[in-house]
């Protein structure tokens, strides 16, 4: 069974900073895109940002300059470091991963449970 654990939500202020952790565990062969998305309430989940095993990043225009992606492949872990945070920021962030299991069984995505962030204006 696969799990993602996410943490490091919480409240922060206007212009502040805060990171999200994510780290996936359980039995499977490999770990590949893994990313961040958020949904605000009456919203649809949103992606924030994303980066391959190779390290190519890819974020949404509202983050860019602002949220950097990063992944420690040997843990299984991924990291979104928020920097100046605005109100409109306020979300349950949820990690995601693309998981393959074992050997010719199908790539499929995996969701953590989400972490509420708050930003106070």
């Known amino acids: 069974q696969v799990q993602l654990v996410e943490s490091g939500g919480g409240l922060v202020q206007f212009g502040g900073s805060l990171k999200l952790s994510c780290a996936a565990s359980?039995?499977?062969?490999?770990?590949?895109?893994m990313g961040w998305y958020r949904q605000a309430p009456g919203s649809q989940r949103d992606l924030v940002a994303s980066?391959?095993?190779?390290?190519?990043?890819n974020y949404a225009d509202s983050v860019k300059g602002r949220f950097t992606i990063s992944r420690d492949n040997a843990n299984n872990s991924v990291h979104l470091q928020m920097n100046s945070v605005k109100p409109e920021d306020t979300a349950v962030y949820y990690c995601?991963?693309?998981?393959?299991?074992?050997?010719?069984?199908?790539?499929?995505?995996?969701w953590g449970q989400g972490t509420q962030v708050t930003v106070s204006s």
């Open positions: 995601n991963a693309d998981i393959l299991l074992r050997a010719l069984a199908p790539i499929a995505p995996y």
């Open positions: 359980g039995t499977f062969s490999s770990v590949w895109t």
């Open positions: 980066i391959t095993r190779e390290g190519q990043t």
